[in-house]
Each structure stands twice: as C-alpha cells, then as structure tokens.
C-alpha cells in the first residue's frame, strides 16, 4: 500500500518525533505534510535511509520515491563548482580591479609598468625618507584618481605625519592634468547630487604596529574587514613602512625563529592580495657590501636590501633607490632638488634591471629628465 493510500485511508498514526518531521519538511518543503508524516509512521524519516536505500519498499510507489530522493539529493548536496571557472573568475577579476602603479611621474611610471595587484613590491633604499615620500606620493595620487578605493597604511615607526600627504595632495592638484581630472569628478559629484566636496585623504586608513604581533592583529581585522564589509571604498593598496624594523629585531643567524615569522607573515599577506585582488608595498631598509652590488646596475652602490636572502624571495618585485653621485643630471630649473637612481632589480613576472631618474624636493617627487 502506498504512502498516499495510507494517507488516504486514514492509517496514519501520530508522528512519534516531532523533531525529526521538523527535519524533515526543512528539507522537503515541497511535499504534503501528509506524506512526511507517513514518512515517519514508516521509519524513513532518516535522509539517509530515503537516500541510499538500495530496494524501495513495495508500498511506497517508484515514482514518488523518485521524486523525494531527487529533492534530498538537490537540496543535501553542495553547490556545483568548477575549479578551472572559479581560477578563470578570479583572474578576470584581477584584471578588471588592476589599475596599476602610478605614481604621476613619468619616468618613474614607465619604471613600474606592468606592475598592479595581486603582487607584493618592496622599495628598498638606504635613504628610508625618500622610500617613505614615494610610498606615500602614490597612495594619494591614486586617491586622488579613484574616489571609489581606499590605501591602507600602516605605520611601524611612528613617524607618519599627515601633513606630507596633505602637501603631496596640494601639489597635485597643482598640476595642470590633475586639474582637468578634478573638474571632470567634481562634474561626477554634481550629476550624483552631492553637494560637499571628497577629501581624498579620507579614504587614507592608517594603523600602527611596532612589532609582528600587533601586525598580525591589524591582518586578522582586515581579513575579517574585507570578507564581512561589501558597502565601503575597495581596498586598493596595503602599505607597510617598514618592514625592516618589524623583522630585522628578530632575525639572528643562530636561530631560525624570527626568519619562519617573517616568512609566515610575508605568506598571509601574499595571501590576502590574491584573494582580495590589492598591491601591497613595503619599505625596506639597507646594509652595506664589502663590494658592488652585483643587482644593480651601477658600480657606485655599496649597499643592498635589508633582511637578508630570505626576504628577497618572499616579494615579487624589488625597486631598488640610491641617491646619485652628484645632481649634474638635475634639470637647470630645479637646482636645489636631490636627484635619485630607482632601478628594477628583480622581478618574477616581468623584465628587470631596468632603471629611472626622479628628483625628490622636501617630501615632493618631479621627474628627473
């Protein structure tokens, strides 16, 4: 006899686990809940039993078993994926969000071509100051370009000051191409009917860590920030100035704690701008050589990036500063800059040893030819 007929008939008796029912028609929502309850009274509530129960009961007709299993199996099973679709999803993703390394100069920006997230970049140089104003001339020059992104800086030496940007951004809006891009989003805020103008700078999030723990905290918020918010500014630059007083306290040849933290820490953040499809860039310092580095491409330079050979595979790109000789090269109307050498040492994606010119005047880059 069927389950229906059972119905029909009137032999149903009271189900004895009102729990298991509940499952049930969690489950099966589709069906009656006079064929659920017979379901029960016939103790073929269990999922499994209705699922991989090799011969089915003789009172229960084919058809409507056929049905309960299809409906168990859609609504138990998990969700159909692809591997080669999901790694095809993420890499145009990647290409959409890219937007590049873009400082405004361009010798520097022929420099950084080709370079944009997911990737790790170290500016490495013995002068951190000038490593610091570049770092910091490209988060508000993309600010400045993109009122939809957002830069995350943290600070490890206590030595940001926002007056720089402030400065950095008040010399970009002096120059004339950045004017018209103002005049073009500003056009964007009106027809979007707002009224207060966007400072930029707003969108510059910045956070403080002085050893490796604290960072690992600041890394944990910003995995649980950028996988619970969806409403906010994307995430676009994750910036640590530096890195070399955050690991090198803790690197010692005897001991090879401080270098699997490094690594660890270098791996999750690696992590996080594949997943999440933003650049980050960091600020390494410097020590000395008994002789030419044999990375770049000048004989004057007696030093090399901090942190030894294992940080140097733990970053996808190495832009290499040091300041030049003398400023013969300078520009005659800009004498009293400082004139700097930014080389590509070393790179996993693209061609390297290549090499720029830029001025650095106070906290301001100008292009150097």
């Known amino acids: 006899m069927s389950v229906i007929a059972r119905y029909m008939q009137g032999h149903i008796c009271p189900p004895s686990s009102p729990f298991l029912i509940m499952d049930l028609r969690l ?48 609504t138990l099973s998990a969700p159909e994926s692809r591997g080669d679709y999901e790694h095809l999803h993420k890499e145009a993703a990647s290409r959409q969000h890219d937007s ?9 920006d022929n420099l950084l071509r080709g370079l ?22 490209l988060a508000v020059h993309h600010l400045t370009r993109h009122s939809s992104s957002s830069v995350l800086w943290i600070d490890t030496t206590g030595t940001f000051d926002g007056s720089d940007a402030e400065n950095i951004l008040e010399s970009l809006h002096s120059d004339d191409k950045l004017q018209c891009s103002s005049v073009v989003k500003k056009e964007e805020e009106e027809a979007l009917g707002s009224s207060l103008p966007v400072d930029p700078l707003d ?27 969806q409403t906010s500014d994307t995430l676009r630059y994750v910036i640590i100035d530096s890195v070399n007083t955050l690991f090198s306290p803790n690197l010692s040849s005897t001991s090879s704690h401080g270098h699997a933290v490094m690594s660890s820490i270098m791996h999750q953040l690696s992590l996080l701008a594949r ?77 390297s040893r290549s090499w720029t010119l830029f001025c650095v005047r106070g906290r301001i880059l100008e292009d150097g030819s």
Do not use: M
């Open 275 to 351: 997943t999440f499809v933003f650049t980050v860039l960091v600020s390494n310092g410097s020590v000395p050589t008994k002789s030419h580095n044999p990375a770049s491409s000048f004989c004057f330079s007696r030093s090399k990036p901090a942190l030894g050979p294992t940080f140097t595979f733990l970053t996808d790109d190495t832009i290499w500063l040091t300041r030049a000789p003398d400023n013969k090269l300078l520009p005659q109307d800009n004498p009293k800059a400082d004139l700097y050498i930014a080389e590509h040492i070393r790179s996993r994606t693209k061609r």
């Open 27 to 74: 489950l099966l929502h589709d069906l009656p809940s006079e064929v659920l309850v017979s379901l029960e009274n016939l103790s073929l509530d269990d999922p499994s039993v209705l699922l991989f129960q090799p011969v089915i009961p003789p009172y229960i007709r084919p058809s409507i078993a056929h049905k309960i299993r299809k409906q168990l199996a859609r």
């Open 203 to 229: 969108r510059l999030q910045i956070a403080h860590s002085v050893d490796t723990s604290e960072l690992l905290s600041v890394l944990d918020l910003l995995h649980t920030y950028l996988t619970t918010d």
């Open 100 to 108: 590049g390394i873009y400082t405004g100069l361009t010798s520097l």
């Open 116 to 137: 944009g997230a997911p990737c790790i970049v170290e500016f490495a140089g013995s002068t951190r100051s000038v490593i610091s104003t570049i770092l910091l001339h």
